[in-house]
Structure formats: C-alpha cells, structure tokens
C-alpha cells in the first residue's frame, strides 16, 4: 500500500498532538442549528477551553460545521468552500438535515445525506444537538484527530470522482478552481483522474 | 404609532389624517364605489374592516389595476400570490394593493387556465412585480406578458417542472433525484475507530 500522510512517523505524533488543540471553526449556519453556537462558543459552554476558535475564513479553517439543511443551491457554496480549505479538514454534519434530511426529508430542493457530496468526519445527531452534544462531537474529535484516525479528508482524494458525479448530479458541472488531483499528488494519495 | 410617525414626515397632500382612516366604513365604501364606477365591476365588497376582495377577469386586471394606482391612490402592491386549483384546472392570481393614504387592502382575485397561465404583466404600473412575478413564473410556469425578465430566480439549478404546482409530487422526485440513506442498525459499530467508508475500494481502513 502506497504511504499516506496517516502513516505515522514521531513527527507525525507531534504533529497531531499540536494540531488537535488548535481547531478553527468556519461554521456555515444555513438551518437553524445555529442557534445552539452562541452558548457553545460564549463563557457557558465556553468551546475555547479545547483550542477550538470560530474562523472567519475557509483557508484558516479547519473544521467546517454545517448546521442544518442544505439545498441544491447552498451545496454548490459548500462544495466551493471545502474545497478552498486546507487539508487535514474536518466536516461535521449538525443535526439530522445533514442525516437524513431531517424534517425535509420529500423535499424537492435540499439534498438528504451530505456525506454523499463531501466526506463527513462526524455527524451530530439531534434536531437539534444541544451545546453538551456538540462539546461531546469536539472532544471525540480532538481524541481522533491524537490518535491520527480523523482522516475524512483523505476520501476526497481517494473517491474524487465519486463525489464528483453525486455533486454534478443535483447541480450540473462547476468549476470550482481547486485543482484536486494536484493536491492528491502532495499529500501522496493515489492517483486522482480528472 | 408607527402610522402617525410615517404621516409626519409625508409631504403627499393626498395622506389623510390618521383619524379618517380609523374606525368608519366609508373610505372603504368611497373604494368600492370608485372601482364600481371606472370598471363597472360590481363584485368587489368589504370582508372585514379595511379589506377589500373580489374577483375580476383576467383581462380586465390591468385595468384595475391602473385605476386603483392612479386614482384610489393605492401605492404599494404588497404581494402577488398564486393558487392551484388542480380539480377547475385554474390558476387563481391574489393581486393584494395596500394604500397608505386610506390603510386599506384591497384583494383583486382573478382566475386563468392552467395549460395556457399567461397574464399580462403590472410591472409597468409597480416596480416590485417584477420579482413577484419571476417567482411565480418559476414556481407555477404562469407566463406574465410584459415582464422584460422571467429567468430564473431562486431555484438556478432547476430543470425539472414548476415545483409548486399541485400535480407536481414533491416526495416522488426526491426519491428519484436524491440519495436516501439506509437504516443501519448496526451503525454505532460501523462509526467505531475512524473514518468508515463505504465507497468500496478506495475507502480508508483503519
């Protein structure tokens, strides 16, 4: 097997051991997830004391936190903005739009399975999480991310067309400037056909 | 109020004093009247205080609306909204005009085919038809004459047919066009110990 960047060397390990308490959070509140944030990111809940931080940009971001239903429309932003942040990158699917579809489950405008167009680290279940479910989802996250098993994000890479041909299929080809093969080839996974 | 403070700084001479448009039945006879006269339409009557409904032929719209714009004084169309009367085979268009001389509502209600919806459009008289009638353009598949611009407006990728129209399933097409996952339940074990993925050869595993 070819080796990849989870390969662990003892930099690795330092790596990771650095990178899990310095998580930066875009969050991109489409649903009403977003509501349950405030108090996981204000003193209450206060998310800061694990490293984690909201992040205004893609490109810093490291954890990109969908909260809620996404339609056809909002995928196509979501696909661009994932594939404008840097690797390693953690998707969290938040409630059970993301799931399932949640309450628009025979909707015709919003998609029923996110992880279907882009790899999903986690999901949070629950319509919706509250604040202790989603410090629970970091944590877990932060304890992966240690052991060097949060490697979603390698799947892009890896099943780039099969993701392509799902995201092509609700919303037509678009071009989205991010040259995913390149990429592949610096982080050593596989050979990605375009 | 809310209505004093807009009546203050309105230099219009036509904005009547608040205290005319509360309380008497008789600016909403005066509106009745005057589309009675200019139209000869005699089905428009008071529903409650303040609001006025009735129905008018599609062809005979654009001419109250040009009226009741004009010279009832009704500057603001508030919303344009469509119905589907799959059983008639009808379309009914809610044309809804508030005056802020008179604080009154007047609902125009007009009926046209489903298989040839084409009205004519009023956004010549109120710029925000436009929109009002892009939207049901896309979602009901009514043509409105007149309107420089009915190109898509909120559903961009859309190729399939007008999504609200009643005889459109809304769950027959989700199923068909979206991916539905399956119930696991076995899931807890499949999520233990990192990244599961499904996608056959090319998934992780740790």
Redesign the interface.
Same mark, same amino acid.
């Given at each position: 097997m070819e080796k990849t960047i989870t390969q662990r060397s003892a930099w690795d390990k330092v790596l990771t051991k650095l990178q899990k308490r310095s998580l930066w959070m875009l969050h991109y509140c489409t649903g009403c997830g977003a509501v349950e944030l405030p108090p996981t990111m204000t003193a209450r809940f206060d998310m800061e004391r694990f490293g984690i931080m909201p992040m205004v940009t893609p490109r810093q971001a490291d954890i990109l936190l969908i909260t809620g239903y996404l339609s *056809?429309?909002t995928l196509?932003r979501v696909v661009l903005i994932y594939e404008q942040m840097q690797s390693p990158k953690y998707v969290v699917g938040f409630g059970s739009c993301t799931?399932?579809?949640g309450m628009y489950?025979?909707?015709?405008?919003t998609?029923?399975?996110l992880d279907?167009y882009i790899?999903v @680290?986690?999901y949070l279940a629950g319509c919706m999480p509250r604040p202790e479910a989603i410090i629970e989802g970091f944590t877990e996250l932060i304890d992966?991310i240690g052991e060097g098993?949060?490697?979603?994000w @390698?799947?892009y890479y890896?099943?780039y067309e099969?993701y392509r041909k799902?995201q092509e299929? *609700?919303?037509?080809t678009i071009d989205t400037r991010t040259d995913i093969p390149d990429d592949a080839k610096y982080f050593k996974i596989?050979e990605v056909e375009k | 109020m809310i209505a004093d403070n807009y009546l203050a700084h309105t230099a219009d001479p036509r904005v009547r004093k608040p205290e005319a448009a509360t309380g008497s039945p008789r600016i909403e006879e005066e509106i009745i009247k005057a589309i009675q006269d200019a139209t000869g339409n005699e089905s428009f009557s008071l529903k409650a205080p303040r609001r006025i409904e009735g129905p008018v032929d599609s062809d005979r719209l654009h001419t109250l609306a040009s009226l009741i714009w004009s010279r009832v004084g009704f500057q603001h169309l508030s919303a344009i909204s469509c119905v589907d009367w799959l059983a008639e085979d009808e379309f009914e268009l809610v044309y809804h005009f508030w005056s802020y001389r008179d604080f009154c509502l007047v609902s125009a209600k007009t009926r046209i085919p489903r298989e040839t919806a084409s009205m004519p459009t009023v956004s010549d008289l109120w710029q925000p038809a436009l929109f009002f009638e892009r939207d049901i353009h896309e979602m009901f598949g009514v043509v409105f004459e007149g309107n420089p611009d009915l190109e898509k407006y909120?559903?961009?990728?859309w190729d !399939?047919p007008p999504?609200m129209r009643k005889d459109?399933i809304?769950?027959e097409?989700?199923h068909d %066009?979206? %991916?539905?996952?399956d119930y696991e339940p076995d899931w807890d074990e499949l &999520?233990k110990? !990192?990244?599961h993925?499904n996608?056959?050869e !090319? !998934?992780?595993d &740790?």
């Open positions: *056809v429309k196509k799931i399932n579809g489950w025979n909707s015709y405008a998609i029923k399975s279907q790899p @680290e986690f992966r098993k949060a490697n979603s @390698e799947d890896k099943n099969f799902n299929h *609700v919303f037509g596989g | 909120i559903l961009s990728d !399939g999504p459109f809304t769950r097409f989700a %066009h979206f %991916h539905f996952r &999520v110990g !990192g990244y993925s996608r056959g !090319g !998934g992780t &740790v």
